[in-house]
């Protein structure tokens, strides 16, 4: 019924006015994907996400088996905490959908697609959602995944300057600093003690508060040159006009920011042909990428309940209110914070692998060379197709937030 309300306010109010058929809750077989080498997997809608991989030079095999495999997928560090991994290239995520994420984006596919073939936008491009069939009885649906481009860069942890998630209030919080993960520990009412006064709070917990006030102030100095601004605000509106019309809400920008001696950054093509955005900083470079994530809530009776008991309790400004005042709140932070500065415009041109590393993956099985890596030399001798390495070693989940971004 919400979902009705918005398409119909929307489309008296001119917003939408898209015809076809509704995207389709029933899974089909195809023959040209492949995932993990599996048999038996399922398609929604594939006619529209074949879209998006046309758009973005996507291979219909980017789940090949040497380049994605289920044992991968892990508790992710979204807000969700949904199962997801992190394709071999570093280019996608793939991550298991709960109901309410898979209901949400069949409602609005055929919305999105649309917005993202038609514009330049900033929010996440999903090329594949799936079902997996049940193991031991091939015939009954199993799970639901989606598969999503990164918005950060293929750099090591420890060359991050920031990692930073941010809606506009006091949910923002910074991920990772200074090339160290920020480990999120919540304040929650069954953890009495917090309540209690800082000092019966962690290291961790304190590092984590400090880390939310300085992302809510912008204290990490974000500052871009009239044209840069300019294009990223216009982007930022397009989404969040986008979302206000569908009636979505607690959506996220993600922002990556690198600092370096020369300009010497790797870019995230193909989905983001204008980043990053490069400007001069304190003799000498930092670079902003951007992208837009967890955009499939809708203003549900569970999100009502929780705008009476934050606007009662959490400080303000809150996340969870209703999606246009939502966005007129995310849109209005960005126009505030995100400086104008007299820099050059420093954004490097497209630059493509000359040396891959001995272990690029393999042409795809149709042989198009877009399947490969894209690998960038850095000025720290590493190639940007390295995976990265998380504190601890490969493999600890520590650092999910950075390596598993949550794009839904």
């Not at 000092?199 to 100095?221: D, I, V």
């Not at 959490?314 to 969870?320: F, H, Q, R, Y």
């Not at 690029?360 to 060379?369: I, K, N, V």
């Amino acid at each position: 019924m919400i979902r009705q309300f918005w398409r119909q306010s929307a489309t008296l109010k001119g917003g939408l006015g898209l015809t076809g058929a509704m995207a389709s809750n029933t899974p089909s077989p195809n023959s040209e994907l492949n995932v993990a080498g599996l048999t038996g997997v399922k398609f929604y809608n594939d006619h529209l996400f074949a879209r998006i991989r046309k758009k973005y030079n996507v291979p219909n095999d980017v789940l090949r088996s040497e380049n994605f495999s289920f044992s991968d997928i892990a508790k992710g560090g979204g807000k969700g905490g949904d199962p997801m991994a992190r394709t071999k290239d570093k280019m996608y995520f793939v991550k298991e959908m709960g109901a309410g994420d898979h209901k949400s984006l069949l409602n609005i596919l055929e919305e999105y697609v649309e917005h993202i073939d038609t514009t330049d936008s900033l929010i996440a491009r999903f090329v594949m959602h799936f079902n997996v069939p049940k193991p031991g009885n091939p015939k009954k649906p199993g799970k639901n995944y989606i598969v999503m481009n990164s918005w950060a860069p293929v750099v090591k942890t420890a060359d991050v300057k920031y990692l930073l998630d941010l809606k506009g209030c006091r949910d923002d919080k910074i991920l990772v600093k200074d090339g160290e993960s920020v480990l999120g520990v919540h304040k929650r009412f069954f953890k009495l003690h917090m309540f209690c006064g800082t000092c019966c709070w962690s290291a961790e917990r304190k590092k984590y508060f400090e880390g939310k006030k300085e992302a809510f102030a912008f204290n990490f100095n974000l500052e871009l040159n009239p044209k840069q601004r300019d294009l990223v605000l216009k982007q930022i509106e397009s989404d969040v006009r986008f979302f206000q019309r569908l009636g979505l809400m607690d959506y996220s920008l993600i922002l990556t920011i690198l600092e370096r001696p020369t300009n010497d950054f790797p870019n995230i093509l193909p989905f983001a042909h204008n980043q990053p955005h490069v400007v001069k900083y304190r003799g000498g470079f930092r670079a902003y990428y951007f992208g837009i994530i967890d955009f499939l809530q809708d203003w549900s009776f569970g999100k009502k309940v929780a705008h009476c008991i934050k606007a009662t309790f959490a400080p303000k400004p809150i996340s969870t209110i209703e999606p246009r005042a939502f966005g007129e709140q995310f849109l209005g932070h960005f126009q505030s914070h995100i400086r104008q500065g007299e820099h050059s415009a420093l954004n490097p041109e497209p630059r493509h692998a000359e040396n891959p590393s001995e272990d690029a993956l393999p042409p795809s099985a149709d042989g198009g060379a877009q399947a490969r890596p894209r690998v960038f030399r850095t000025s720290f001798g590493m190639d940007a197709s390295e995976p990265i390495e998380l504190d601890g070693g490969p493999g600890n989940n520590k650092v999910l937030d950075l390596v598993m971004i949550d794009a839904v």
